[in-house]
């Protein structure tokens, strides 16, 4: 069962819950990487001391180590890594040998690079996978297509789903036509600049290294990106929410996705609250939508994602939840609510 985010778990058992999760999901090397870095540590090994004993289980520890083992490779600088990381074209080890041979290399990689792996360690996963701009798309759906639309983003990263309506989308599951979005912005506490190798770099090494459908996914999306101007600024959710101010004559719709895992549950509430009071500010025209797609601890298991609308217009139904699909975190399975359903409760308040 999923600890609560907010719980102090023992680093392994962070990890092995990760190892299990990227199995059940289809990467073997992921899942190779993640025990080679489980069994190292617990034999005492070359990385002993080198990742903290606890960690609270909402910093998602595993996919900081399979970042900095994918950008050490993506960096050049563990070529015997990325012999078998199918991302950078390698195959992934065969058999009992080849598996020993990339064990091995991952170990030295790490221990070799301790300032990689100590800085991807402390830096929150910005994943910014862009499959997710097909369900933003839904939720942009909702609103009306006659009036345009200012798309805002919380915990955006380096901005890519800021361009939603220009990046594939799930036609079939689409209400209608998209508002046109006539301006772009979001907020990170650790914007990553896509305009430098670096930045590029780091945004590619959160994709897992068997994913080669979201590595060509992320690329597309860079390129869609140089060609579409969006801002994210330094800024924390809950301060940028409450600059917001709806327009006169346009829809502003606040996304986020994925990233209430990493918020402790003081920040929940308090960017929560910042979305309703910038709700109650709406008005028929200027109207304001909150489009989250986040784990909900839903019953059909861990890998279950909700899309989630709320919507402001001063009208009897603002800010009640309500369910528009549910799906798997990277965009997959998406499938449409029956009815989208209102929620009794906005699960916002109860994920973790």
């Not at 015997?80 to 065969?94: M, N």
């Not at 897992?208 to 994210?232: K, Y």
């Not at 139904?317 to 009794?344: F, I, K, M, Q, Y």
């Amino acid at each position: 069962m999923r600890p609560h985010d907010d719980e102090l778990v023992p680093m392994v058992e962070s990890l092995r819950w990760q190892r299990e999760h990227v199995t059940a999901a289809g990467s073997p090397v992921a899942a190779l990487i993640l025990e080679t870095v489980i069994d190292e540590v617990q034999a005492g090994g070359a990385l002993g001391g080198k990742l903290p004993s606890e960690t609270r289980f909402g910093d998602m520890l595993g996919l900081r180590v399979m970042a900095a083992v994918h950008l050490l490779a993506l960096q050049r600088r563990a070529p015997r890594v990325a012999l078998h990381l199918p991302t950078l074209g390698g195959r992934a080890p065969r058999d009992g040998s080849e598996q020993a041979g990339f064990r091995r290399a991952v170990v030295e990689a790490l221990a070799e690079n301790e300032l990689v792996l100590e800085e991807t360690l402390q830096r929150t996963p910005q994943t910014n996978e862009p499959g997710r701009a097909a369900l933003l798309r839904i939720g942009l759906a909702r609103e009306d297509p006659a009036r345009p639309a200012l798309l805002r983003e919380i915990g955006a990263s380096a901005g890519l789903n800021l361009r939603a309506d220009r990046l594939p989308g799930l036609s079939a599951l689409e209400a209608g036509p998209l508002p046109t979005v006539i301006d772009r912005l979001g907020c990170d506490l650790d914007p990553i600049d896509i305009a430098t190798q670096a930045g590029r770099s780091l945004l590619s090494s959160y994709v897992w290294v068997d994913d080669v459908e979201r590595f060509e996914r992320l690329r597309h999306a860079l390129e869609i990106a140089a060609n579409v101007p969006a801002s994210v600024v330094r800024r924390h959710a809950a301060d940028f929410v409450r600059s917001l101010r709806p327009r006169h004559g346009a829809t502003t719709v606040i996304w986020q996705s994925a990233m209430w895992v990493y918020l402790r549950s003081e920040e929940r509430r308090e960017v929560f609250a910042a979305i309703h009071d910038a709700g109650r500010l709406a008005t028929a025209s200027a109207p304001l939508s909150h489009v989250s797609w986040e784990w909900y601890g839903t019953a059909t298991g861990d890998a279950e994602f909700s899309l989630v609308r709320r919507h402001w217009d001063g009208g009897p139904n603002d800010g009640r939840p309500c369910l528009l699909a549910t799906g798997l975190s990277h965009g997959g399975g998406v499938r449409l609510a029956a009815g989208s359903p209102w929620l009794e409760s906005d699960p916002l308040l109860g994920q973790g």
